[in-house]
């Protein structure tokens, strides 16, 4: 559901040439929901024109001047109202083709090194292998990586939660997993941004994730040759990786 806003009086004003089209919206919300518009809006299309693939481009927010609220207990302004700006473009090239998100697998592997106490050399009642005779154990796993095209800005969270897992399930755009929780690695993001002489261009936001099916917080017990969790003798889940909120990754 998109926050709540009012269309102001003087808003939309569209333009048309021979090979695009360009709009521009002025909206009205609450001070505080101002960010939360934005970040609904910008995967959105023009609304009025249901033929058109108009994307946001840019936005901008300006305080309305109806009423600044008095500042208790801090030296923030703020107001009761602000205007964002909208400002849309339709692609010259097919809408089809317009990027949003990519996605794609790459393969990984680790080797563990098994118990040299569990083989024998020749038969069953073979000579134990030595300590650096054991076998090694290939376990395949792979890295998500997610693609964000056209973004107006890049989220704190790809700082703040590198190194943390997924506290709840994480699904994929289109590729139809599912991630339970404590599997997915957040490895980090990379944003980049082209600043030409017309200006500032949008971001591309690439995050990269490690899979690992038996959780990033189990680890390998001997004894029953299963990952389990281990216990804190203070109590409490012994957890390498913290559980964080995925969905702070999507950008603005």
């Not at 208790?72 to 703020?78: A, E, H, P, R, S």
Request: aromatic fraction near 12%.
């Amino acid at each position: 559901m998109v926050t709540a806003y009012d269309e102001m009086v003087d808003s939309p004003i569209e333009d048309y040439t021979t090979d695009s089209f360009s709009a521009t919206r002025r909206l009205m919300v609450d001070w505080g929901s101002r960010y939360a518009l934005v970040t609904d809006l910008q995967w959105l299309a023009y609304p009025y024109l249901p033929g058109v693939l108009a994307y946001p481009s840019s936005m901008s927010v300006v305080p309305a001047k109806a009423k600044q609220l008095p500042c208790v207990g801090t030296d923030f302004v703020t107001y009761e109202k602000a205007i964002v700006t909208v400002h849309y473009l339709a692609s010259a090239k097919d809408p089809s083709t317009l990027d949003l998100v990519t996605e794609s697998l790459e393969p990984n592997a680790e080797l563990r090194t098994l118990d040299f106490e569990d083989f024998r050399w020749g038969a069953i009642n073979g000579d134990v292998l030595k300590e650096d005779e054991a076998p090694s154990q290939l376990l395949r796993g792979h890295d998500y990586v997610l693609t964000f095209h056209n973004a107006l800005a890049v989220p704190l969270s790809v700082i703040t939660l590198e190194g943390y897992v997924n506290a709840a399930n994480f699904s994929t755009y289109t590729l139809g997993l599912t991630y339970p929780p404590e599997t997915l690695l957040f490895a980090g993001g990379s944003p980049s941004r082209k600043i030409t002489s017309d200006g500032a261009d949008t971001f591309k936001l690439t995050e990269r994730f490690q899979y690992k099916a038996s959780g990033w917080n189990k680890f390998f017990r001997q004894s029953t040759k299963a990952f389990e969790s281990i216990f804190h003798k203070t109590g409490g889940i012994h957890r390498n990786n913290p559980l964080g909120d995925f969905n702070t990754l999507k950008p603005a």
